[in-house]
């Protein structure tokens, strides 16, 4: 097999990134950018290794069952979506696999999921982060595409409310009549770096935040001017200073421009205020089903002290402190502290208090001073559990650990981890809060054995 050959394939799996999975007569596999569970392809092959190849679709002998039709331009080009050519019942099991087959290989764990799927499978995303690009004299907003920082544009994304299009839009056409510069993340020259947007999926406000490489924006009131009169229902237009030589997207100085320097939405009945450093779940009735799973399995009573490490602005351990004596949150970032207390204070919620630290170091100083938490609550980034979280953990010997993660591979290694210590993993469901993407929700309960 050589570069540029062409070679009829039966597609039998789909990696994590999308990629379909053929093999050879001899057993070469070939992964498959286009391809899906089922199909049989003429694969193009763009470049061959020692054990396997990449090749791309040429054409599709025959379909699988599973495929659908594509409901969007940008499909392919964007990096964001990798089900839109699939069932949604077909993508279900798909991820389901993905979450048995992580448990089992890298947890090495006796347990298999179960599902819960999203209750919408089109607009549900209440917030979205467009990096900006210059491109023919103009500054536009798009998407990455896929394992690049190559700007793609769209029409619209079928994953967002459609006014976010028109917002998008407007500050285009705002930064293209004013000549104010996207950045250059080569040269480090330009301002623009990201357009933010957020909404409230219960209250309807709406913010906007223009991410940008300099102290101030040049003809800040126009830019106000531009965001208002794309839609009705903003409450807060914002910037956010990053000045920083790296990947990162938001940056710790925050300056209103217009209106509240949040937004507030309603979830599981409690009222929230969420700053644009703060984490809010962007599926919001995803979210509802998942913090009612958690709450069911976590099941406080008024005898229990909840410890909800990693806490953002403290919308999981609210919900559950109706039913529990104590909830303590810890989260490192102090916008989001900031955030949970008042959100306490605004649901008239007295047995909360907040700590803005590093989790791990926050559940080791606890445990020195003998903080009873009988249910732990973890819902950590996509890199998983620091490692000083474990005996933390193990020392308060709370007797439940419920866990939250939105990247399976690592909630199965966090498993393992608390499996050596002596918490089973006895309960796992996967909640999908991205449709369409390439990424699920995990829901793992450990008791201690």
Known sequence: MKKNDVIKLHISDLTSEGMGVGKTDDGFVVFVSGAVTGDTVDAHILKV?????YAKVKSIVTPSDIRCECDCSSFGKCGGCMFRHIGYDSEQCIKIGWVNAHFARIGGLDIRCESIESPCVTRYRNKAQYPAAQSNGKVVFGFYANRTHRVITSDGCMLEPEFYAEIVDAVSGFCTEYNIPAYDETTGAGIVRHLYIRDGRQSGEVMAALIINADTLPHADKFVDAVRGACDSIVSVMLIVNKKRNNEILGDKCITLYGKDHITDT??????????????????????????????LAAPTKSDTVLDLYCGAGTI??????????????????????????????????????????????????????????????????????????????????????????????????????????????RL?????????????????????
């Open 267 to 296: 979830l599981c009945g409690l009222q929230f205020d969420i700053s644009p450093l703060s984490f809010y779940q962007v599926n919001h009735d995803g979210a509802e089903r998942l913090y009612e799973i958690a709450r069911e």
């Open 429 to 449: 469901t996967a909640v999908d809060m991205f449709p369409r993407t390439g990424h699920v929700e995990t829901v793992v309960l450990m008791s201690r054995a």
């Open 317 to 426: 351990g609210l919900s559950m402190a109706h039913t529990a004596k104590r909830i303590v949150g810890v989260e490192i970032v102090p916008a989001a502290i900031e955030n949970a207390r008042s959100n306490a204070a605004k649901n008239g919620i007295d047995n909360a208090e907040f700590i803005c630290a590093d989790a791990g170091i926050a559940a080791a100083e606890l445990a020195e001073r003998g903080l009873p938490s009988d249910i732990v609550i973890l819902d950590p980034p996509r890199k998983g559990c620091g490692a000083e979280v474990f005996p933390a953990v193990a020392k308060m010997r709370p007797k439940t650990i419920v866990m939250i993660s939105c990247n399976s591979a690592t909630a199965a290694r966090d498993a393992a981890m608390f499996d050596k210590i002596g918490y089973k993993a006895i």
């Open 49 to 53: 290794g020692k054990s396997y190849a």
